[in-house]
């Protein structure tokens, strides 16, 4: 069973919004750091934004896109407003048991989701 599962990309159009859920299987996942990666054909994954007690974000997405835990879900969303086909990108959930900041490196995170595809088209 995977630990971390997203779910809820698509296609939508420019100026549209979307949400992504990662699920985990383990609990409780509020104690978790969980982080969003995305990556693009032909570009390295890079950090979007991640969560503990507080949430950061990449400056690319700063504004528009919104991190938040669904304790009930045992899940966190990204929730993408102002979509552009810019954030066209296969979008992935990470996370770590241990506490501490919130890294933007990949090597920082033990578990990984499978990945879910976000196309925005203009």
């Known amino acids: 069973q995977a630990l971390l599962v997203e779910s809820g990309g698509g296609l939508v159009q420019a100026g549209d919004s979307l949400r992504l859920s990662c699920a985990a299987s383990?609990?409780?996942?509020?104690?978790?750091?969980v982080a969003w990666f995305r990556q693009s054909p032909g570009k390295e994954r890079e950090f979007v934004g991640g969560?503990?007690?507080?949430?950061v974000y990449a400056d690319a997405v700063e504004g528009r896109f919104t991190i938040s835990r669904d304790n009930a879900k045992n899940a966190v969303n990204l929730q993408m407003s102002s979509l552009s086909p810019e954030d066209t990108a296969v979008y992935y959930c990470?996370?770590?048991?241990?506490?501490?900041?919130?890294?933007?490196?990949?090597?920082?995170?033990?578990?990984w989701g499978q990945g879910t595809q976000v196309t925005v088209s203009s």
């Open positions: 990470a996370a770590r048991a241990s506490g501490g900041v919130i890294s933007s490196r990949r090597e920082h995170y033990d578990y």
């Open positions: 383990v609990r409780p996942f509020s104690r978790f750091t």
């Open positions: 969560v503990n007690w507080a949430t």
